[in-house]
């Protein structure tokens, strides 16, 4: 038996779905008790010791029906009895297990009829086992598709990694913000900021309407634009950030803003929370499970609300309950159970496929699928 396991959204961004799959491939090795096999788009990937790393070609979202075909072919050869995606790809017969991030698209009324959402709702149909990583998204995938079997679509949170993420030496941490010239309080907001539903306008229109702040702004990652604030405002900073650095500009803020509408799970609440970084959130999404009662619940739709959180979180008392409830959630959610919850997933499936189970839902697949190769290529 071979685990095949398709790296394509290495090659369509480097967000946090490429950093799960960089930790738990290598967890997923170790427990999945068959070869895994490795297919790099474009080169994106790197090395996964002991993973066999096969290069393959580029995804191209016209052509997906072609795309499954190659799969199929692909998994044939190293006699794959199961498939895994990083994303929303398919192959024809070989059964797959697929991840499932988040309801986004369907929970926020996105326009689904670009080829690549199909796709995702072709993924989800594809697999025989769904694992959510989260209890808000397996009941919202359950929703938009009541057909699934509940008992095959499960839940294993995300998690982190406590030798990266945990407290920090304050002596790294003054280092830290002096390469940074972070010489004032700051608060941090991670990742894009222009996607409506993460809601980092938010903190923007916010500061709008303080005077006299004492204090700064730190953007990691996200879009490169910033706004600009007058005489008496916070300043602005963007800085990309390996994990290590990540791990100590939480540990030096006055506390991560994350006002997102909607998550699938929420990774930076919980990262911030294992370095005792006190954590300003909404309930919407996952993010009511993963911070409990360990944050400053904001609606996400207020600036008065959030101006009250920046200056409550600031407050000594408040701040203590704050790290130490933080600490005492973020301990729920390491990797090992993920890894060890994706790989019993994936071995039931393989023992299922080898006493063939899915042979006839396969049968009708694969001419439908091979149908619609041959409908876009005359496109």
Excluded at 4 to 25: E, H, K, N, P, Y
Excluded at 133 to 159: K, M, Q, W
Excluded at 160 to 167: A, E, N, Q, S
């Amino acid at each position: 038996m071979t685990l095949v396991v398709d790296g394509v959204f290495f090659q369509l961004a480097q967000t946090g779905i490429t950093r799960l799959w960089r930790t738990i491939l290598p967890l997923l090795i170790e427990r999945v008790g068959m070869p895994v096999v490795f297919l790099d788009r474009g080169g994106k990937t790197g090395e996964f010791f002991g993973a066999e790393v096969v290069p393959f070609p580029a995804y191209k979202s016209k052509y997906t029906a072609d795309d499954s075909k190659l799969l199929e072919d692909v998994c044939r050869h190293y006699g794959a009895k199961v498939f895994a995606s990083t994303y929303y790809t398919t192959p024809l017969r070989t059964p797959s297990v697929l991840l499932v991030y988040d309801m986004i698209p369907e929970r926020l009324g996105f326009d689904l009829s670009p080829r690549d959402w199909q796709e995702k709702e072709i993924a989800i149909s594809h697999a025989r086992r769904h694992v959510c990583i989260s209890n808000n998204t397996r009941r919202d995938l359950l929703e938009f598709y009541p057909e699934l079997d509940p008992a095959l679509a499960t839940v294993a949170h995300c998690g982190i990694d406590t030798t990266v993420f945990r407290p920090q030496d304050p002596s790294a941490v003054a280092a830290f913000r002096k390469s940074l010239q972070l010489d004032r309080p700051y608060f941090i907001l991670v990742g894009t900021r222009m996607q409506p539903y993460k809601n980092g306008k938010l903190l923007f229109d916010a500061l709008e309407k303080m005077s006299n702040t004492d204090f700064d702004v730190l953007c990691v990652g996200g879009e490169k634009e910033l706004p600009s604030f007058g005489a008496g405002g916070p300043r602005i900073l963007r800085a990309e950030l390996e994990d290590r650095d990540l791990a100590l500009a939480y540990a030096g803020a006055e506390a991560l803003v994350y006002p997102s509408l909607y998550e699938g799970f929420g990774l930076p609440a919980v990262e911030a929370m294992s370095c005792q970084c006190p954590l300003i959130s909404t309930s919407h999404g996952s993010l009511a499970e993963v911070a409990g009662d360990a944050a400053i619940k904001i609606t996400g739709h207020s600036t008065e609300e959030l101006i009250d959180a920046l200056h409550r979180v600031r407050n000594p008392d408040l701040r203590a309950t704050l790290i130490e409830r933080g600490t005492t959630q973020a301990g729920l959610f390491r990797w090992e159970p993920f890894g060890d919850h994706l790989a019993g997933a994936i071995r039931q499936t393989a023992s299922d496929a080898a006493a063939g189970a899915f042979e006839e839902f396969y049968d009708r697949w694969s001419l439908i699928r091979s149908f619609q190769a041959e409908v876009d290529a005359l496109m």
